[in-house]
């Protein structure tokens, strides 16, 4: 079975669950952030919520409706809200974090109401995008291992990179404790360069 098979299967409205879906993919599709793709330029978060499913249905095949339509609108319209909106401290980016939640949140949810879901499909996936009841909640553990893996296979070079190397492995180390043993083991079987590699050794070292 196909990604895009296995993603779209098992859903109580197909119809509706494809709406939000291009819902979704053409707001993230607007992001002025680009990367590049084999050449190609595409919109940054639409890149990344593409990744975060392909490592949900990899770390749950049976992933509920719910979880699937989370993990494509977790990060939506990151864009919006800055960084650099906040101060440069610790407080500043963990009140950064809490309002992009409640922001992705509240976008996910007005969405779902478009098209039509029910109130209870969009409380369980405004709980998904608020990480609420993690780490007991299952589905919130499947979420945060998959957003882990993602940045390691795809956002982990360029971190380390830039930022100190202590900061780096600080960083590994926060990853790691947060990850299943599920989780734990794909990580550990994805590409790294021999810096990556060597960084991510002292992490667990």
């Known amino acids: 079975m196909s990604f895009d098979e296995q993603f ?11 709406k939000a879906i291009r819902c979704f993919d053409e707001l993230n599709a607007t992001d002025p952030n680009q990367e590049l793709v084999e050449g190609e330029p595409r919109p940054h978060e639409l890149l990344q919520a593409q990744r975060l499913c392909h490592w949900v249905m990899t770390l749950a095949p049976e992933a509920s409706e719910e979880l699937r339509l989370a993990a494509r609108s977790q990060h939506l319209c990151r864009w919006q809200i800055p960084r650099a909106s906040y101060e440069r401290t610790r407080a500043g980016y963990h009140q950064w974090r809490t309002e992009l939640r409640k922001f992705h949140a509240a976008k996910s949810s007005a969405v779902l109401r478009a098209v039509g879901y029910e109130d209870g499909v969009v409380s369980r996936v405004q709980e998904l995008n608020l990480k609420k009841n993690f780490p007991a909640d299952a589905g919130s553990r499947v979420l ?19 930022m100190d190397e202590a900061k780096v492995i600080n960083a590994l180390q926060k990853s790691w404790h947060k990850m299943t043993p599920a989780g734990r083991e794909h990580a550990l079987k994805l590409e790294y360069g021999a810096r990556e590699r060597a960084l991510l050794e002292r992490a667990l070292g």
Request: proline share 3%; with cysteine.
């Open 8 to 18: 779209f299967a098992r859903v109580s409205d197909p119809a509706r669950f494809r």
């Open 144 to 162: 945060e291992d998959a957003l882990c893996l993602v940045f390691l296979q795809f956002q982990f070079a360029e971190l380390a990179a830039k």
